[in-house]
């Protein structure tokens, strides 16, 4: 059973996730990419095909493409696949979703989900995905998420709503196609200013889907806590920390195939 991650009923959960159909170049250029460790532990040996689905604007099949695998990368918003095939051109990307990708039956060795899993319906997608990976392939859910376990950094993250900071015993829900499931955390920091923390903040779906006034607020608190409370200057150089959790999951022996 799933525990510890954010409670968003369906139709919220859609609500925010179409605040990510559009501003694709401003997503790519403010939101941090994965640390190679993430991929490194997720991708089994002798992987050589994988399917990225939510890939945005491609900030994890990068870590694909870099260790050479053939790539196929899956998102509901077209803007966000016109920059990644941008800066990946050698990738497949086409519009989709996790729980209908378009893509072939057991074609994959790997398909990961970064940063997406939880606007999916779990268990659909979860039969979707161990359709179109090969016979004991691999389900990697990946989550970038801010260390609130630094206190400075705790009480960033609800001044931008960082919402989606998992709880201790968050396990990720994934259905009955999926065994073996496990876990893996990086530690890393992102080197930002305080003006990339603010254009990160405008890029979280809490923000994307706010009114004006909600908006203003959120950027004035921001401004406020970086350079009056903490007492950054304007472009000063910043290490912000992050955990990286990896999940991976192996197709269960029969379970994939026509449904």
């Not at 990510?20 to 095909?49: C, M, N």
């Not at 900030?59 to 016109?82: H, N």
């Not at 196609?177 to 530690?187: D, K, V, W």
């Amino acid at each position: 059973m799933a525990r510890g991650g954010p409670k968003l009923h369906h139709g919220r959960r859609k609500e925010l996730g179409q605040s990510f159909q559009d501003g694709g170049e401003h997503y790519h250029r403010v939101r941090p990419g994965y640390p190679d460790d993430s991929a490194d532990w997720l991708i089994p040996a002798g992987a050589r095909t994988a399917a990225d689905i939510g890939a945005g604007t491609g900030k994890f099949t990068a870590l694909l493409v870099e260790r050479g695998l053939s790539v196929s990368a899956v998102d509901p918003s077209v803007d966000m696949l016109e920059q990644l095939r941008r800066a990946y051109p050698g990738v497949q990307a086409l519009a989709g979703t996790a729980e209908a990708t378009g893509l072939p039956e057991a074609a994959f060795d790997v398909v990961s989900v970064a940063q997406a899993w939880h606007w999916c319906d779990p268990l659909r997608a979860s039969t979707e995905i161990s359709r179109i990976l090969k016979p004991h392939g691999v389900l990697g859910l990946i989550w970038n998420q801010l260390d609130t376990s630094v206190p400075w950094v705790h009480r960033l993250s609800r001044i931008m709503h960082a919402g989606d900071v998992h709880k201790p015993d968050f396990r990720p829900k994934i259905g009955p196609e999926f065994t073996s499931l496990e876990s893996h955390l990086t530690r890393w920091e992102d080197p930002v200013t305080p003006d990339d923390i603010l254009e990160l903040a405008k890029s979280r779906s809490y923000y994307l889907a706010a009114n004006d006034a909600t908006r203003a607020k959120v950027t004035g608190n921001l401004a406020w806590y970086l350079h009056e409370h903490l007492g950054h200057a304007e472009g000063e150089p910043l290490q912000l920390p992050y955990l990286t959790q990896t999940w991976r999951a192996v197709r269960a022996e029969g379970r994939g195939g026509s449904r």
